[in-house]
């Protein structure tokens, strides 16, 4: 657009075109084209008079369905979720769009964010653009789906236990959550609000760089980003250190440690890797899950109370199960996450980011409900989470990258984890690990 | 001392008799004379030789029995608790010690500090030295009434609903809660741990200065105090603003009232008084039980399971209790919380310190089970934390001060209550209210 080849209006064509000849992904909610071209005719009367808004302006980002939106409705692909108000954005929503981004669409999630394959929704599972027989992962799974199809360069999810990142790695694209409290969660709605963050995924690791400034930011409407600095990009670490952690709890598939162990290989030239471990990790993922179920139980309790009948009978299981928790057990969950992260600043004091990878396995088939790794039989659902809550529980900025396919051509990712606060600096190591893995 | 007129042994010695003279106060579970003596005599040596440790080197300090003190054992005044190490001082009697303090005692608290009138104690109640027929408050009733009765200068207790300031304000002494997080509470058996402070109490306001530069601090054993600044005393507020808080939950009795306005306008020639009122405060105060209670029992889990015998009916009753919350009510207190500390700090925009008596009544009699003022009729426990759970529910820094004797001749204290973290501001407005209500 910039070099004047191509219109906001064209490329929002190509998207609305491709977005028709792939419903076959199952990934989109709500789009109506109309919209679509209001947005980009605007775009392209700003670039033509020299007002454009930003360097994103005119660039198509899908939002997923659980982020008001005001020219759509927000149903968190529930039947059981009243549709929010139209006529209002979620503040990072706001936020891109004043920055001159086409809201394309409302995509396709796990119902209420409250699983990770995607396979629970009011629509049906999304699937996956490698292979349509394959899930995408979730709960952002119709967020990735579009990105992964390159029908739009970028898309907004929410992540509690990984629902950015998974569907990032199953899909082969970049996922990023930020830290806890650096970008508004203000009109997301929540699944567990002291898990909660909202993400982006797009097709490069510069997209998601280009993003960032429209993303990351204080905003008196959430009150856990009061603090949170403008986003500043900064130097290239040349010399990244890294931590690649292994050890009971972190089994992952051969293929995938063996595609993690070659891209590390990649950058063995310019980067430190060190491996470290997190002991009891067990526990720290019990307290992740009673935190989550507790705090998901708490917001629904009116609803579920009132009229329960919308939701599928997977997710009413789990809110009925919130029920049973203890305050003592929530309390001792919410000091072994406090040990958790005294823990895990002290593996990052000496490094600039924490290695896993993304997933223990490459994305599981549609239908299928186990999976099986590291002498373990998992459920699949189990599977998406397996890394991914360290991230939650720790507030950590985490990021997914690419990092070599399957066999059977099913994308891997790798994981990396920066301190809580500084996702300036996660960026800064990745860029040059991206760069070796990614050429 | 400094003047050369006593020597730390003189006034130990003094110390040590007006505690053997004044044993119907029950205010002391241990104290050994001659450990008194052997620091006193360390002190005297100090201070020929010129190698005085502090300005408060050789000044008597009694401790509450749930410090853990190298030299006693630690109680919390119950048959349950463990007799936990001498030989190990709690952070807080570590740098007081270090200082040149002598720690002259342990002495009588409510049962696990769960309780504010000290009337539950492995060594029965503690008496007031006003007059012996009633209560001191609690639960750091003993080192209030060695205060009071001009035992000791100064003494340490804890305050989890007002328990420093309950008997500071019932035996008419000088009380301070710091913020939470500037204080260790390493070494201080918890009743509950988001709500615990150490706490000091002293005969004069400019007493308690001196010792808060050896009593707040960051400390590596208490993660909750590694922003804790050291404590430096600032410039005199010469024109403080005040809110005086009224309005349905802060009744009291028109005595107290009373008195608390002729102290109030004592300062009016230079200070700013405005009124200001708190909605929904039944609700606060519900978050403030249910965190207390989710917390002391999961404190006292293990115990309870094992051998409940040794606690009083009445606190094993509070901690069977605090079983029967549920992790989503624990998460809906934790949620009043937040929205009570930004209702705390919208208050404190605009003024120096908020002002409410320190209780609603003067201390109450022995044995007497309820309290009536404002045409309400509420139990003496509860009375007692009438005001005070507000600056533990928010963090608050909380300075309890005499302002005045009912016409039995009972004290009745003004409590001053700062921003959180910012304890030397709060000192910094009280110095000239209490120079006009105390001169």
Redesign the interface.
Known sequence: MAAGDVSAMELANVALKLAADQTVLNAIVSLDPEIVRQQAEASDVRRKSGNLLSEIDGVCIAVKDNFWTKDYPTTACSNAAPVYPENVDSSVVEKLRSAGAIIFAKTNMHEWAYGATNGTSSIGPTRNPHNVEHITGGSSGGSAALVAAGIVPAALGSDTGGSVRIPSGACGIYGFKPSYGRASRHGVLPLSWSLDAPGLMATTLHDLELLLPYFIGADQAD?TTIHSKPYTAGKTIEHPKLVNLVGAGLERSEEVNATLNHALQQVQAFAEVNTGEIPDLGSYFAAWE?ILH??A??FH?EQLANDPSGYSAITRSHLEA??L????????AQQLR?EFC?AIDELLKNADALVLPTLPVTAPKLGEDWQEFGNLRVTSQDSMTWFCWLGNLAGLPCLSIPCGLSHAGLPVGMMLMGRAGDDEKLFNAARQLDLAINP
Request: charged share 25%; glycine share 10%; no cysteine.
């Open positions: 009150g009673a507790a705090e139980t708490s309790a919130g029920k928790l203890s305050a003592t057990e929530l309390l001792k406090t005294r």
